[in-house]
């Protein structure tokens, strides 16, 4: 069944990922984001998807639906750092002006390939920031995205590769908003994930750089039910554990996100108030605010681009039940 097929959302093209057990869609040209995945199994929406009616909505904050990237992700103090002898300003767009979600908002990506095989299917998409004036006047040095998105059975891979095309070393970091969908029920859901500790936050909800022990998010560790949780919490992964977040319904039902641990270093997760249709779960590469923190990017995340280098970011979706594996 492993096809690709366009469609529409608003008048902007649709490229939907069919491997017959899940549907990916993506939106390249608002965003590249995925906006859908379809569980054909299960028949259910794994993600808060976007109506056509939420057009205007989407525009404005489009990091609440789908797999919004975060380029980079979570705040930035009044939007301003130095790195490198270069003055950075980015847009001040949130509470007391600061910065939030980065510079990736809703440009448009071409796509550059289509892949169909006996093994699954692929879109890879393309975006050089030079092409974007708000960019490039916010962060001067170009850099060349390229996404492979691939769907293989109930496995679906993002690939980001990062190509610096300019002159001067840059401080990258990737983060990715993605909305699951609890139904209604979290108290049917269990969330496991390794972590160590929450990064604590100031009153403007910055990192301080310092960490607290995990307290009653203990239980996290081992797998904690979603029942009242309430959560807009940074957490720290341990040395030597993987970045993989498991997240269980009681009847066995299970999606399992994983990401490179050589570079996604932390989980942020977001429950917008009390739990009850959406968990996000966020992985990380760099700290909120990483460029301001007096700490070594060996523990913010922040990664040194150097000239004419590449670095290759992948995460990993993967959703089974009890009656797919039967």
Same mark, same amino acid.
């Given at each position: ?6 469609g ?13 057990r ?17 569980d054909?199994?299960n ?27 975060l ?8 939007g301003?750092f130095?790195?490198?002898?270069v ?6 767009n ?8 980065? *510079?990736?908002?809703?440009q ?5 390939? =289509?892949? &169909?095989?006996?093994?699954?299917? $692929? #879109?890879? !998409? ?44 840059v401080?990258?970091?990737?983060g990715?908003?993605?909305?699951f969908?609890l ?8 969330l496991?994930?390794p ?9 403007e ?19 904690m039910? *979603?029942?009242e949780a ?6 720290? =992964?341990? &040395?030597g554990?993987?970045?993989? $977040? #498991?997240? !269980? ?45 007096d ?9 040194r ?14 959703i ?7």
């Open positions: 069944m492993n096809q690709v097929t366009k529409q959302w608003n008048g902007y093209d649709t490229y939907t990922l069919n491997s017959g899940l549907e990916v869609t993506l939106l390249p040209r608002l965003g590249n984001n995925v906006i859908e995945i379809k054909k199994d028949h259910r929406q794994v993600l808060r998807k976007p109506d056509e009616t939420e057009l205007a909505f989407y525009l404005q904050k489009p990091y609440h639906f789908g797999i919004p990237m380029i980079p992700p979570g705040r930035i103090d009044k301003r130095e790195y490198g002898g003055e950075y300003q980015f847009e001040q949130t509470a007391n002006d600061n910065h939030i979600h980065g *510079l990736h908002r809703t448009a990506w071409c796509v550059s390939d =289509i892949e &169909e095989d006996d093994e699954g299917c $692929a #879109v890879t !998409t393309e975006f050089v920031t030079s092409d974007d004036p708000k960019w490039i006047a916010q962060f001067p040095e170009p850099l060349k995205l390229e996404m492979n998105f691939r769907l293989q059975n109930n496995q679906f891979i993002q690939t980001l590769r990062v190509h610096h095309m300019g002159k001067q070393p401080p990258f970091g990737l990715y908003h993605t909305w969908l139904d209604g029920q979290p108290q049917n859901w269990t496991q994930l972590v160590e500790a929450i990064y604590t936050l100031n009153s909800l910055l990192p301080t750089g310092d960490t607290a022990s995990l307290g009653h998010l203990q239980p996290l560790n081992s797998g039910n *979603l029942k309430d959560l807009e919490t940074i957490l720290k =992964i341990p &040395e554990q993987p970045a993989e $977040a #498991v997240l !269980t319904r009681n009847d066995g039902y299970q999606i399992r996100y994983s990401a490179d641990r050589a570079y996604f270093k932390h989980w942020v997760l977001y429950t917008k108030g009390i739990a009850d249709q959406f968990l996000c779960i966020e992985p990380y590469t760099w700290l909120p605010n990483a460029p301001n923190l700490l070594p990017d060996s523990e913010t995340g922040l990664i681009l150097e000239p004419e280098s590449m670095v290759e970011l992948r995460t990993k979706l993967t089974s039940s009890p009656e797919s594996e039967a």
